[in-house]
Nanobody, 119 residues
Framework: QVQLVESGGGLVQAGGSLRLSCAAS????????MGWYRQAPGKQRELVAR???????NYADSVKDRFTISRDNAKNTVYLQMASLKPDDTAVYLC?????????????WGQGTQVTVSS
């Protein structure tokens, strides 16, 4: 079974930092683009950042210059380093990845991790 498992969320004061991790496990042959999305209560899910297998990145305007996405292909893991956090960053953060396994292609989502930024 191929799955994504996130970690690293929590409660932080405004201006603080957090680092999220998302590891893919299972019979994985390759992983394409990996990304982080977030969903706040009453709002639509939105893209935060994504990174291709070659390392190209793009970010939502709201997080540019504050968040950094990276990946370790040897560990099948993607990271989101978040700095200068604001209360508006409060949301459930979800990892997404396109994974090719022996059984085919999967567009996977993690279970989500809560990030709460207090003012």
């Amino acid at each position: 079974q191929v799955q994504l498992v996130e970690s690293g969320g929590g409660l932080v004061q405004a201006g603080g930092s957090l680092r999220l991790s998302c590891a893919a496990s299972g019979s994985i042959l390759s992983i394409g683009t990996m990304g982080w999305y977030r969903q706040a209560p009453g709002k639509q899910r939105e893209l935060v950042a994504r990174i291709t297998s070659g390392g190209s990145t793009n970010y939502a305007d709201s997080v540019k210059d504050r968040f950094t996405i990276s990946r370790d292909n040897a560990k099948n893991t993607v990271y989101l380093q978040m700095a200068s956090l604001k209360p508006d960053d409060t949301a459930v953060y979800l990892c997404n990845a396109g994974v090719i396994s022996r059984r085919g292609y999967y567009d996977l989502w993690g279970q989500g991790t809560q990030v709460t930024v207090s003012s």
